[in-house]
């Protein structure tokens, strides 16, 4: 996928008309920021069915839809239908590649993902431990000098008290 069209990345296919030839390159980027999984969907099924895009307009301008979504057929499609040599949905094929390309690529961007995301866990580790053993050592540093103040004060008070010791010594 390599351009953006209204915020999803499209440009996925070489400009063979084969599905084999047809890849879909998906990247991890393509799934940073704003995804619409509806957006990257239909770009997908587009670059493949636009006469099937273009029907459906038709017969949505023709009033040919019912209220269901259903389209309304003559009565005489069913005989004409089965007359007919060719499948009735001849993308099939090429959806289906184009449906286990990308099984395949999901598959293995979430393996890159898995991959980024335990060495991601690996270095918090890492990082934490280095942190702990960090405030573990200020720890310590602050009750050093919880304990120097501590006897700083102590030998302030015995001065203090000697002192008021001798005042009362010559006061008498």
């Known amino acids: 996928m390599r351009e953006t069209r209204d915020g999803v ?5 070489s400009s063979s008309a084969s599905a084999d030839s047809d890849l879909l390159v998906l990247d991890i980027d393509d799934f940073k920021g704003e995804f619409s999984f509806d957006g990257l969907f239909g770009n997908l099924v587009n670059e493949i069915l636009p006469s099937y895009q273009e029907e459906e307009s038709d017969a949505a301008e023709g009033h040919d839809a019912l209220p269901n979504g259903n389209l309304r057929t003559p009565p005489d499609a069913g005989k004409s239908a089965q007359g007919m040599s060719s499948p009735l949905f001849p993308e099939v ?3 289906l590649s184009l449906f286990k390309n990308s099984c395949k690529q ?3 961007l979430r393996k890159q993902i898995d991959g980024k995301l335990n060495n991601l866990k690996k270095e918090v580790a890492v990082q934490d431990t ?4 960090t405030l573990s050592e200020l720890e310590k ?3 050093g000098l919880f304990d120097s103040f501590a006897r700083l004060d102590l030998r302030i008070s015995s001065v203090g008290q000697t002192a008021a010791k001798i005042g009362d010594h010559l006061q008498v």
């Open 9 to 13: 990345r499209v440009d996925m296919f």
């Open 93 to 95: 094929d090429d959806l």
């Open 106 to 108: 999901l598959v293995d």
């Open 130 to 133: 280095t942190h702990h053993k």
């Open 141 to 143: 540093g602050v009750d």
